[in-house]
């Protein structure tokens, strides 16, 4: 069994469309979909196949079936789902219906990235992004649930460069990409001297509800790289840039 948890589609239209479509190029086979009530929302539920893997002492033949809810709630779309070979087993879907609920998440969650040397602090309710992260090359970003988006936070990492090197690169690459009202200040974060560059940059959302985000970038050394803490709004929420900075937990990473 496991549960998910992710923003972006408007429908349950959409969320069957892209379900069904991420499914068959993953490989799932023989995938039926119908509309159903879950924690009492309406949701779609998701049965389908995959092939068992040959080879694995432990792995019966045939394939193994999965049932999986997907449904609104809060803002955000949720995913429960249940796997067995052959077949799901019939107490086990029982339970999901039984006992499944979702509530609005509150407070803040820590987020752990040992491997990159930092953790940071962001509302419950966000939702880590890998896909927006992997396209522009950042190692993590979360962002708020609802759409547009109102805030995000992304996190990068340069190797083997320095602070002013990273600044200067940064304040080029955003004028380019029309930046513009730049302030640039010293900042401590995570005990650690640093800079701060304040500027406002395009919003390039179609369905953004401002021209102009606004976006701070925190430079921090690490040993022989830089990360960088970046953290956009649309509408600047007084004391929130402060707030996530204040969470930011450097670890001083093993020189190579």
């Keep these: 069994m496991w549960v998910g948890r992710w923003s972006g589609p408007t429908s349950l239209d959409e969320v069957r469309r892209n379900g069904i479509a991420r499914l068959r190029s993953d490989g799932a086979q023989h995938v039926r979909t119908k509309r159903v009530v879950l924690a009492d929302s309406a949701a779609v539920q998701f049965t389908y196949s995959r092939p068992a893997i040959r080879g694995l002492g432990w792995a019966p033949g045939g394939s ?90 992304y996190v990068f990492k340069k190797t083997r460069s320095t602070v002013p090197a990273e600044v200067a690169a940064a304040r080029l690459n955003i004028e380019r990409y029309g930046g513009t009202d730049f302030t640039q200040s010293a900042a401590t974060v995570a005990g650690r001297d640093g800079l701060r560059l304040d500027f406002l940059f395009p919003n390039r959302d179609s369905n953004a509800t401002v021209p102009m985000a606004h976006d701070v970038e925190f430079f921090v050394p690490n040993g022989r790289d830089v990360l960088i803490l970046a953290v956009g709004q649309n509408t600047p929420q007084p004391g929130f840039v402060e707030q996530v900075v204040a969470s930011l937990r450097v670890r001083e990473l093993a020189l190579p």
Excluded at 81 to 91: C, I, L, N, Q
Excluded at 97 to 116: E, H, L, W, Y
Excluded at 117 to 135: K, L, T
Excluded at 138 to 149: C, D, E, H, S, V
């Design 64 to 153: 193994n079936e999965t049932i999986e809810f997907r449904l609104f709630a809060h803002d955000q779309v949720f995913q429960v789902g249940v796997s067995g070979w052959r077949h799901v087993p019939t107490h086990a879907l029982a339970s999901v219906k039984r006992t499944f609920r979702t509530f609005a998440p509150s407070g803040t969650r820590i987020v752990k990235r040992p491997d990159d040397g930092f953790s940071i602090g962001v509302p419950a309710a966000w939702n880590e992004d890998p896909e927006s992260a992997r396209s522009v090359r950042a190692l993590w970003t979360a962002m708020a649930p609802t759409r547009p988006t109102p805030a995000w936070v």
